[in-house]
């Protein structure tokens, strides 16, 4: 170990005893702190045992997934976090520092693990409550001083009952305690099948790093800490590429296993064709449609998540709420995982802006107030806490749109796209608001953008689709692209029943009764999404020929 920290116990914890240390104490059932902070830990533990010196930049870009233009004088997140980390340690050492024959501490004002050497047990070392930590000499609060012997073993009992109780509970709280997932961590190595091409196949790897941490869905790490164990119930995966370049073709063959098991989950081929583009602009191009295969919301990694525990709280609640916004699955079930994890975790920014999501998503702009307000309050949580996150400000979109801000809402909208401009997401629902706020094109050309390129069409890209084929008497069109839409939702169910009645279908009848429309339903549906009066008096003309029991078109108050 270095010679730069000035520890006087330093010099009796060797490297293997350091790493001994930090494995005992992440096994410890009773160190309880956030499974980022562990990694943060593990992570200084690392580098202390190489001799390298750590940054704020480093710890945010290889263990807490922030985008590689980081600025620590923006985001605080390393400080806070490696407060949090130092104050966890020291609360523990004091508490259950007598079972660790090393202590491990995080040195102030520097991103540094220190070590003591806890010699209790040694005659000739200071006692177990006079290691230092952070450089401050520190008695256990638990031991009184100058007591009398007698005094000293009734108090000694005492305080073996007292923790004998308090050890029952806690092993009874933790037993009660459900699985708090995180992201899953992800390394990412790249090689060229040509040594020549090696300086291309290092620019694609930097720039498919680069829009990973944009997705903020995984943590992105270094593949030199992928044997470096943290805690055992992390989800970790390593993303391995290989690049090709011909003449006209730049391709990428990909695997995704999982590192714990070693089982191949998933494989695949990028190709881009290279005729009239750049070096830069094909590299791009496989960038983005490697990035969304592997960290989009429905993208590699989170639909292996998708099979996680149903019982497990945090990350996946976000990934399955997310998910249940796409298909209009169970909205319920996704509002309680999410409220269990706000409840166990309130600041967690991806908690509060997906459960933001899911509390506007079944009434939209004719949300309630009370549920809208509560919905804009988790948003601008989320935002507060994650400035960068393309979720946080989608969730912020929303909720600004359910309250009449369409301004400010598009605002947030163009905030998240350019965050994370890779994310068929975000241009996906973008795109939605545009479209339903009257700026048509707009919301047309980032709809077709969140649709190309991508094996799994946002919802919300086909449904601009459908409603622009259906106010362009493309009917058939509107339809297929109803039909595309996994779930029904009661807007489908009206662009569907429209089209059907359009063509004059046999079927348009049973659409109607299907989708359960009437004249309420109908109201409901357009006030949700807010569409415009020309497109609501056509689509009303299309139920009404379908088969519908409303009044002559245009009657339908406002």
């Not at 005492?158 to 009660?176: D, P």
């Not at 620019?203 to 498919?208: I, S, Y």
């Not at 829009?211 to 995984?218: D, E, M, R, S």
């Not at 309250?403 to 795109?431: F, H, K, M």
Request: charged fraction near 25%.
């Amino acid at each position: 170990m270095g010679a730069e920290i000035d520890d006087e116990f330093q010099e009796h914890v060797d490297d293997t005893e350091a790493e001994a240390a930090l494995q005992r104490l992440l096994a410890d059932q009773r160190f309880k702190t956030a499974d980022r902070q562990k990694a943060i830990l593990t992570y200084l533990v690392a580098q202390r045992i190489k001799d390298e010196e750590v940054k704020a930049y480093a710890i945010a870009v290889d263990v807490l997934g922030r985008p590689s233009n980081f600025d620590s004088s923006i985001d605080p997140i390393v400080r806070i976090e490696i407060s949090r980390l130092r104050s966890t340690l020291e609360s523990f050492y004091v508490a259950f520092g007598e079972d660790h024959d090393i202590w491990i501490s995080v040195k102030k004002g520097k991103y540094i693990a220190c070590f003591a050497r806890n010699t209790a047990n040694a005659p000739h070392h200071r006692k177990a409550d006079e290691i230092a930590l952070g450089h401050t000499i520190r008695r256990n609060p638990y031991q009184p001083e100058n007591t009398p012997p007698k005094r000293r073993l009734m108090f000694a009992g005492l305080m073996v009952s007292v923790l004998a109780a308090i050890a029952t509970l806690s092993i009874y709280s933790y037993a009660q305690r459900p699985v708090i997932s995180t992201k899953p961590v992800v390394y990412v190595t790249v090689d060229a099948a040509n040594p020549q091409q090696a300086g291309e196949a290092s620019q694609v790897r930097d720039g498919l790093l680069t829009a990973l941490t944009q997705f903020q869905t995984i943590i992105v790490a270094q593949p030199a800490y992928a044997s470096v164990r943290t805690n055992a119930a992390d989800r970790r995966y390593s993303v391995q590429l290989k690049y090709y370049s011909d003449l006209d073709e730049r391709s990428v063959w990909w695997q995704v296993t999982e590192n714990a098991s070693g089982n191949l989950l998933m494989s695949g081929l990028e190709k881009v064709e290279t005729a009239g583009k750049s070096e830069a602009v094909a590299r791009q191009e496989i960038v983005a449609s490697l990035a969304k295969r592997i960290a989009a919301s429905r993208g590699v990694i989170n639909s292996i998540k998708l099979n996680a525990a149903q019982d497990s709280v945090g990350n996946d609640c976000v990934v399955r709420a997310e998910y249940a916004l796409e298909v209009r699955g169970s909205l319920e079930a996704a509002a309680n995982c999410l409220e269990r994890t706000v409840r166990l975790m309130p600041h967690d920014s991806d908690a509060n802006a997906v459960l933001a999501r899911i509390l506007l998503a079944p009434a939209g702009r004719a949300t309630p107030p009370e549920v809208a307000d509560r919905a804009l309050r988790l948003a601008q949580d989320a935002v507060a806490r994650a400035p960068f996150s393309d979720r946080a400000q989608l969730a912020l979109m929303a909720a600004q749109a359910a309250g009449g801000s369409l301004e400010a809402a598009i605002e947030a909208g163009n905030r998240a796209v350019a965050l994370n401009p890779n994310s068929p997401d975000s241009l996906a629902a973008l795109g939605g608001l545009l479209y339903s706020a009257g700026y048509t094109s707009a919301g047309l050309a980032m709809a077709k953008e969140a649709s190309a390129e991508t094996d799994i069409v946002p919802r919300c890209a086909m449904v601009v689709l459908a409603l622009d084929a259906f106010r362009d008497a493309r009917y058939s069109e509107a339809l297929l692209w109803t039909e595309r839409v996994t779930g029904r939702s009661s807007l489908t169910s009206v662009i569907r029943a429209a089209a059907l009645g359009e063509l004059g279908s046999e079927q348009a009848p049973g659409s109607v009764t299907d989708g359960g429309i009437d004249a309420a339903a109908f109201k409901r549906t357009v006030d949700a999404v807010g569409l415009p009066p020309d497109l609501v008096t056509m689509l009303e003309r299309g139920v009404i020929k379908a088969g519908a029991d409303l009044e002559p078109v245009g009657s339908i108050a406002r």
